[in-house]
Every structure is written in C-alpha cells, then in structure tokens.
C-alpha cells in the first residue's frame, strides 16, 4: 500500500469513526424529544456545532435515515422524521404482548446473577428519581426493562423488543410524557420489582404487560392531543 493510499484510508477511518459518534448523539437528541418531529435538521448549524465537516455529518444522517428516525428530501435538505400515531399504536400492541410473554419465560429462566443485575439497575433508578434526574431516570428504566426481557433468554425475543423500543423511546421523549405519570410509573417498577423476588414470580408477566398498557396510555394521549392541535398537526402527520 502507497503513502497516498494509507493517508486515504486513515482519513476514511476518522471520518467512520466521527460519523458513529454524530448518529450516537443525533439518535439520543431525537429520541429525548431534544429534537422534536418535524424539526429541520440545519447541516451547518450542525456541522458548527459538532465542529465537523459534512462529510462525517451526512454519513450520520445517512444512517438515521435508515433507521427511520430522520427524512431526506432533495433540494429540501434532513428533517426528523413525524411520529405516526397508527403505526406508535401498533408498536405498542407488540410490545404488550412481548413483554408478557418474555415475564412468562423469565419467570422460569431469570438467574440470580441476573436479578441481581436488576436489582442494581432499580437501584441507580430509585436515585435518579429522588435527585429528580428525569433523564437518567429514563434511561435507566429503559435497562431495566431491556435486562428483564433479556433475562427470558431468547435473543429473538431481546432483539425485536430492543427495535420496536427505539420507536417507543423517541414518541415517550417527544410527548414528555413519563414526566406527567412519572411517580406512577416508579410505583409500578417497584411492584414489578416484588414480583422478581418472588418465589415462582407468578405476577411477574401480568404486571409487565399492565405497565406497558398503561405507559401507551399515557403517551398516546399526550401524542394525540399534540395532533388536535392545528399548529402542530403538520409536525405530527398520520396517514390514513
């Protein structure tokens, strides 16, 4: 390999690695509702801001893109992508019915390694709460709901519940919406964390399945109340 070509490929290698951080971070402001749906995504604004050129930029929004969390359209430029509030609905019917059956499966498959992992988890989590640190309350709540589905020991399972939770994640961060039944949703961790530490965890799958019910609930409502809104309604388009 040629001077030239090593410079070509360490350059390459730098762009790829500042364009993974760009989506790491470009992914956490839309999911945390820091950029709302609808929002144009201003490339110099950005490029400023990450102190980047657009190259390792446009990678970033390439893959966001793909993920469905971010639009392109030409000679219009990037654009977070709206929430569908039909397609949110049915994500949320999924995962009731995931979260159910993978508390069934880890009611007979959850190690003591992994309850203890939980428990840590609920921990950091009960702190976050009464710091108020709704952020990392959130995040935290997500793992441990991530470690219990994990914990049934079927990576099929883990991995389509860790999909349909990026949708979820970023409709709860644009809603704002555990901030309105934020204590309500604590309580529930707690009762779910008794039923863990049961013996034979017998309502370890109902009340999973209940706290995800009522969390769509919760967030459907404040989504659908954004839509009745005629300023908004174009920022949050369902189809029909």
Known sequence: M?????????????????????????????????????????????CAAFDVSKTPLREALKVLVAEGLVLHRQY???????????????????????EAYAGELAAQRLTDAALARIERKHQAMVDAHAAGRRTDYFRINQEIHQLIIDSADNVVISTIYAMLMNKVHRARGAANADMLRWQESHDEHEAIMTALREAGRPHLARLLRRHSENTAKEVLSVIDQTLGEPATRAAYPVRR
């Open 2 to 46: 040629s001077a030239t070509q090593t410079l070509l490929k360490t350059a390459r290698l730098r762009t790829l690695g500042m364009s993974a951080e760009i989506t790491a971070r470009l992914r956490t402001m839309i999911q945390e509702g820091e950029l709302a749906p609808g929002a144009r995504i201003d490339e110099k604004a950005f």
């Open 76 to 98: 219009i430029g990037y654009r977070v992508a709206p929430v569908d509030l039909d397609e949110l609905r049915k994500t949320f019917e999924a995962l009731h019915g995931l």
